[in-house]
């Protein structure tokens, strides 16, 4: 039962330039879209969100974007920074429930 | 800055013991969870309380496992008799309330089932 797909499990973008994190859901149902960031041993740590009637979200280096007919958002990161190597997991609220991606792990190359 | 905070760091236990993970929520925050991930898979939800009782659960919340918020600031799972598949990442996560969207997750709780 895979709700919410992040088909891409590693992803390596020079410094400075621009990093796109994937993810589709299947699931209408779904009322806000969530981005975390998760180092090794430590908890997810939570970046950006966004309303399932918004198509776009905006905080400073990071931007989120819905496309609810094609049921997709992505993560843009610009310019990306080497302390943004991590793995990002997308993650879809229903109720109070957060489903999450398998997480896409993103390396920054100096 | 305020965080979710958890203990222990790391717990080994034999298969059929029971164990109590702990985790203390942000303070103002009024909804509580807990989920796992097992090494190399997704990040899942177990439960989620509010108003001192259970709101949801998956269906790996079963029998076995019990939420508690024993007094205010403590919010502790309970795994009664552990098996093998037990062995995941635990993580404890607190929200504001039904309209915030971000749960703020601590750093987990490792525990290992031998």
């Known amino acids: 039962d895979q709700q919410v797909k992040q088909n891409s499990p590693s992803l390596s973008v020079q410094e400075g330039r621009i990093s796109i994190l994937n993810c589709d859901y299947t699931?209408?149902?779904?009322?806000?879209f969530l981005w975390y960031k998760k180092y090794p041993a430590e908890g997810p740590t939570f970046l950006i969100s966004i309303s399932s009637i918004k198509d776009k979200n905006e905080d400073g280096r990071f931007t989120v974007f819905l496309n609810k007919s094609a049921k997709h958002l992505s993560l843009h990161i610009v310019p990306s920074q080497p302390g943004d190597s991590a793995v990002y997991f997308c993650a879809a609220r229903w109720n109070e429930k957060l489903t999450f991606g398998t997480g896409t792990r993103l390396t920054i190359i100096p | 800055e305020p965080e979710v905070t958890q203990t222990p760091s790391h717990q080994v236990t034999q298969m059929g013991q029971e164990v109590i993970l702990r985790c203390v929520p942000i303070?103002?925050?009024?909804?509580f969870y807990w989920y796992r991930q097992i090494l190399g898979q997704k990040v899942e939800f177990l439960v989620s309380?509010?108003?001192?009782?259970?709101?949801?659960k998956s269906e790996i919340f079963d029998d076995q496992f019990s939420v508690e918020r024993p007094d205010g600031s403590n919010f502790t799972l309970k795994i009664r008799s552990t098996k093998l598949e037990d062995s995941a990442m635990y993580f404890c996560a607190s929200s504001a309330g039904i309209q915030s969207t971000e749960a703020f997750f601590g750093q987990g709780t490792r525990l290992t089932v031998v």
């Open positions: 699931n209408s149902m779904f009322d806000y």
């Open positions: 309380f509010y108003n001192n009782e259970i709101s949801e």
């Open positions: 303070s103002n925050h009024l909804y």
